[in-house]
């Protein structure tokens, strides 16, 4: 995987030139770390909280795994433990774990029968399903407390944030009917 042109401090041909930072930017720069870090922290609680329901069936690197083969469809194991950023044999593991809950299954793949491609089942949907559709009701409960205007600044933020990371934005209408 490539890395991140930020990450490895090279410069990007169409940014503008670097300038000098000031104190301003600083405390600019640190006053929105620390918003952007108080809200992580509320996203994860809501995350926690929208997981709360299925623990007793999935641990949060399980349901990641879901989530990836509900998103990006059937995958090889390497190609699933790539996306994951794991090692084959951790992603093996949890696969195994699925399987065994019914929320995954092993099918030969038709596009080369030697090959097995990993799959979500009808269960597993519903379970990543139902996680985040309770992860949505909770998010939009939040965003209703907000003014039009913020409503508006905070998807340009976020946004520009996302760019700024590196990160696809995500699809407006999700593989599993999720809008």
Do not use: Y
């Amino acid at each position: 995987m490539p890395e991140h042109p930020a990450a490895s401090g090279a410069a990007d041909s169409d940014a503008a030139p670097a300038v000098p930072e000031t104190g301003a930017d600083r405390a600019d720069v640190d006053a929105v770390t620390h918003a952007v870090l108080t809200a992580s922290r509320l996203l994860v609680a809501v995350a926690a909280r929208s997981l709360a329901a299925v623990e007793d069936r999935v641990t949060l690197p399980q349901f990641r795994l879901l989530v990836v083969l509900s998103t990006f469809g059937d995958a090889k194991l390497v190609e699933l433990a790539d996306r994951l950023g794991v090692n084959p044999s951790t992603a093996m593991r949890m696969v195994d774990r699925l399987i065994a809950a019914g929320l995954a299954e092993r099918r030969v793949n038709p596009g080369n029968r030697r090959e097995t491609v990993l799959t979500v089942t009808p269960d597993g949907s519903r379970l990543v399903a139902d996680v985040t559709a309770g992860r949505r009701r909770e998010i939009a409960a939040i965003v209703e407390r907000l003014a039009p205007k913020q409503r508006t600044a905070l998807v340009e933020a976020l946004t520009a944030f996302t760019e700024a990371g590196g990160e696809e934005p995500a699809p407006s209408v999700h593989p599993l009917g999720w809008t």
